[in-house]
């Protein structure tokens, strides 16, 4: 077999900001080319290397990408196919129609590719009469239990209704009695009938907004869809909806009418768009659209999934009448009058009953989604089969771990997001950070996520999807060689990928009740640098302290007696051959300060240690509270040798200081006046964080408890406003310019945005100053974070050895 040829394009885009005189003379230099053929290359889209092996042709991009530029690998074949295929039939005569994308548009390949598969028929998964008989006997299973539910209920009221016409028939001859007999079940039966029959008739919410695919705006990605639809033997989707998260779906438009019609939508998540090829987005919607080509099957999956969606809002969704019905009995309690006492009787009764059906739904949902794993198991391997056909099952592997990525990514970049929101900063286009952001995983971050897709190799019965082993498995057992392989970015599918990023970023920002302007907003790399500082400034302080830095006790940079006479060298080498014990020591005293809110909350409530569940022996309130004692007084054994270890890095810090340039040394010193007075709050802070984990702990056992919160929680907050209010007044004092405040207290200031100067009650003060915490800590590790790298600095250019020496061979 002929091995496939490929060729390298240059797209005309740039994947970085940089000045493109230096990158004309680098291009000369590295392929010497004359300026007019550089200049020609630069100006549009260019075919730069045609007929070479894969391997030349992906070393080739690289290449391009280390110098800023986008290229990207094409099979020869498959390009020329799909430039040839036929265009788009002529449309009917319409005014207002954008004409399909050309060949000169950015795109343009990939898009005619996709619209090449109008030509196409894949072939479909057969479906033996064991399968259909199995997914019809698991939909029939499925369907009994609202049926039971309904009997269920049908019984209750029958028996309601028996029990008011024929009680008269076995009621005493006393009118208490009477009253008592009729009232009570009368009033219960009702509530309890009303309550069951009532989600039988209940409307589904409304569905999250999304912003819609205009199909004119977009019409060459819209007509793309339909062809891939008629491929794979489906009807497109009447409507396109947009959202800001890394997934895609498919779904019936109008529910059970669907089913009649066949109309549904297709939702497609930006960041998804804008961090796979083309090809992977491709194959994502050929999935999707799989699920729907084995109509049987989707139509039972339809029916299995809603009676499923309805079991378990019956099991575990919120009611408000339930609560209602709970907020009116707790209000009536203390009332003894006579009516009010039989109508408490007909709540808890009522209340009982309730519960009693939702535990009963519990165990239905249980045994539904047990009961429907297999089937929804089975479809996904269907699916799974076209997106292989499309995109090749050499592609499936990959495609899994970018999924995989761009959702850790995502998760990552919006925490990244709200910090930053901290400082009235919000990303302008999400989507792009996202796909930015995944895009820099190195290495090692791609192999932990191919290690998490292997955890789990294992189906249990009740899963509704197989384990990504099994699916990329089942996959490359095709040896589909694809149909669909343009390598470009799916974001040239669309003619205005950015305006519409952006559309939605911003309806995510509405939904999550941000209140912006456009002067809030900033580009990827502002939020995505505070990123990478924070982690480099996280290695930095991981390699300083080899391993041993922990939040907690924060590290005083006072060098005393004990390693005020030891030199640069000596203090590193003493701290290696100590290094296991200070970890240990370090440890040992972070987790003895996080048991100080376990503490507090057992002596507020007057509990033992072994009813709050605390690790370790049972201890009285007298011993919990010397505990207390001498963990915030720092009175425990392992306080002394820690001290030690924390002068000998005091006097190392020092002495790197010495040896800085003076311009470094006059910085360095402005970090450390800053990080003594972080550590001369530290006991503040201290009793801030035991106050505020007693404030958890609090609203741990309300949860627990209906909603009632223990005693003592006022007092709590009120301890908590008072400490915070302390904390910041005296940091008010210290000078900072490490960051937005001047002073370290304006600082913490800033991230209260909601903390008045005065006229706040403590409950509202401590609210507000919740955030003081996570502030404080966050500008200890800023301010040490730049100190270490300038000491680590200082060590390399004076050849001190480090803690962590590295290991040379040696040879006998």
């Known amino acids: 077999m002929q091995e496939a040829k490929f060729q390298v394009t240059l797209t005309g885009a740039r994947t970085r900001a940089q000045d493109e005189d230096t990158l004309r003379a680098q291009l000369q230099k590295r392929f010497r080319l004359t300026p007019e053929q550089v200049a020609r290359m630069l100006a549009d889209r260019q075919v730069v290397k045609r007929g070479i092996d894969e391997g030349t042709a992906r070393a080739l991009v690289k290449l391009f990408a280390d110098m800023g530029i986008e290229a990207i690998a094409e099979n020869v074949a498959a390009a020329a196919s799909a430039a040839a295929a036929a265009a788009p039939p002529p449309a009917k005569p319409a005014a207002a129609k954008p004409a399909p994308p050309s060949s000169a548009q950015p795109g343009a390949v990939a898009l005619d590719a996709l619209l090449a598969l109008r030509g196409q028929r894949l072939p479909r998964p057969r479906t033996g009469a064991l399968y259909l008989a199995a997914l019809l006997l698991v939909t029939l299973v499925c369907l009994t239990i609202p049926a039971f539910y309904i009997a269920l209920t049908?019984?209750?009221?029958?028996?309601?209704?028996?029990?008011?016409?024929?009680?008269?028939?076995?009621?005493?001859?006393?009118?208490?009695?009477?009253?008592?007999?009729?009232?009570?079940?009368?009033?219960?039966?009702?509530?309890?009938?009303?309550?069951?029959?009532?989600?039988?008739?209940?409307?589904?919410?409304?569905?999250?907004?999304?912003?819609?695919?205009?199909?004119?705006?977009?019409?060459?990605?819209?007509?793309?869809?339909?062809?891939?639809?008629?491929?794979?033997?489906?009807?497109?989707?009447?409507?396109?909806?947009?959202?800001?998260?890394?997934?895609?779906?498919?779904?019936?438009?109008?529910?059970?009418?669907?089913?009649?019609?066949?109309?549904?939508?297709?939702?497609?998540?930006?960041?998804?768009?804008?961090?796979?090829?083309?090809?992977?987005?491709?194959?994502?919607?050929?999935?999707?659209?799989?699920?729907?080509?084995?109509?049987?099957?989707?139509?039972?999956?339809?029916?299995?999934?809603?009676?499923?969606?309805?079991?378990?809002?019956?099991?575990?969704?919120?009611?408000?009448?339930?609560?209602?019905?709970?907020?009116?009995?707790?209000?009536?309690?203390?009332?003894?009058?006579?009516?009010?006492?039989?109508?408490?009787?007909?709540?808890?009764?009522?209340?009982?009953?309730?519960?009693?059906?939702?535990?009963?739904?519990?165990?239905?949902?249980?045994?539904?989604l047990r009961v429907s794993g297999y089937m929804s198991r089975q479809m996904e391997f269907d699916a799974d089969r076209y997106e292989a056909l499309l995109a090749g099952s050499s592609m499936f592997r990959t495609t899994a771990r970018n999924l995989r990525a761009l959702n850790h990514s995502f998760q990552e970049v919006n925490s990244a997001n709200i910090d930053a929101w901290r400082d009235q900063r919000l990303l302008r286009d999400l989507p792009d950070a996202v796909a930015a952001y995944a895009g820099e995983f190195d290495a090692q971050r791609l192999a932990d996520i191919d290690a998490e897709m292997a955890e789990h190799t294992t189906t249990r019965y009740w899963d509704s999807h197989p384990p990504d082993v099994e699916r990329v498995q089942n996959a490359e057992n095709q040896r589909s060689p694809g149909i669909y392989l343009i390598d470009e970015p799916a974001t040239r599918l669309f003619r205005d990928f950015g305006t519409w990023s952006r559309r939605v970023t911003g309806l995510f920002y509405r939904e999550q009740g941000v209140r912006y302007t456009p002067e809030n907003l900033c580009p990827r790399d502002e939020v995505l640098g505070r990123m990478r500082a924070a982690s480099d400034r996280d290695d930095q302080i991981e390699r300083y302290f080899n391993g041993q830095f922990h939040a907690w006790p924060v590290l005083p940079l006072k060098a005393g007696n004990f390693a005020g006479s030891l030199g640069w060298q000596q203090c590193i080498d003493e701290l290696r051959r100590r290094s296991p014990d200070i970890a240990k020591l370090w440890k040992i005293a972070q987790e003895a300060n996080s048991r100080r809110a376990l503490l507090l909350t057992a002596l507020r409530l007057q509990v033992s240690s072994k009813a709050l569940g605390m690790p370790g022996p049972d201890r009285t309130i007298a011993e919990m509270q010397t505990e207390l004692g001498n963990i915030a007084g720092r009175r425990l054994e392992f306080e002394k040798p820690l001290a030690d270890a924390f002068e000998l890095y005091a006097r190392r810090i020092a002495h790197a200081i010495e040896a800085l340039p003076e311009t470094q040394r006059a910085r360095a010193g402005q970090l450390v006046t800053v990080l003594k007075g972080i550590e001369s709050l530290a006991p503040l802070a201290a009793e801030l964080a035991q106050l505020a984990g007693a404030m958890r702990n609090f609203a741990t056992i309300a949860q627990n408890n209906e909603g009632k919160l223990p005693g003592g929680f006022e007092l709590l907050e009120k301890s908590f406003a008072d400490t915070a209010a302390e904390l910041i007044h005296k940091a008010d004092e210290m000078r900072q310019e490490l960051i937005a405040g001047d002073t370290v207290g304006g600082f913490l200031r800033s991230r209260c945005p909601q903390l008045a100067e005065a006229g706040m009650e403590p409950a509202e003060y401590a609210r507000a100053a919740w955030p003081v915490l996570e502030a404080y800590q966050f500008l200890y590790e800023l301010a040490l974070g730049d100190l270490v790298r300038l000491c680590a600095e200082a060590e390399t250019a004076h050849g001190i050895r480090p803690i962590k020496l590295a290991a040379t061979a040696t040879h006998p």
């Open 154 to 368: 049908g019984a209750i009221a029958y028996g309601w209704v028996w029990f008011l016409t024929h009680y008269h028939e076995f009621m005493p001859r006393n009118v208490y009695a009477i009253i008592f007999g009729y009232a009570v079940p009368g009033v219960m039966g009702a509530v309890l009938v009303v309550f069951l029959l009532r989600p039988l008739f209940l409307r589904r919410g409304k569905p999250p907004q999304n912003v819609r695919l205009d199909p004119q705006q977009e019409a060459g990605f819209v007509s793309g869809v339909h062809a891939l639809c008629r491929a794979i033997g489906v009807s497109p989707p009447r409507e396109i909806w947009l959202t800001h998260d890394a997934n895609a779906s498919v779904r019936y438009r109008t529910r059970w009418l669907s089913l009649l019609t066949g109309h549904k939508i297709l939702t497609i998540g930006m960041s998804l768009v804008g961090g796979l090829t083309a090809r992977q987005f491709i194959g994502v919607l050929a999935h999707e659209f799989g699920h729907f080509a084995q109509r049987a099957g989707m139509a039972c999956s339809f029916v299995v999934n809603s009676v499923n969606a309805w079991l378990e809002h019956r099991a575990y969704g919120f009611d408000s009448w339930e609560q209602t019905l709970e907020e009116w009995s707790d209000s009536r309690e203390g009332d003894e009058s006579a009516v009010t006492g039989v109508m408490m009787v007909c709540a808890v009764a009522t209340l009982f009953a309730i519960g009693l059906v939702r535990r009963l739904m519990r165990k239905l949902f249980d045994v539904s």
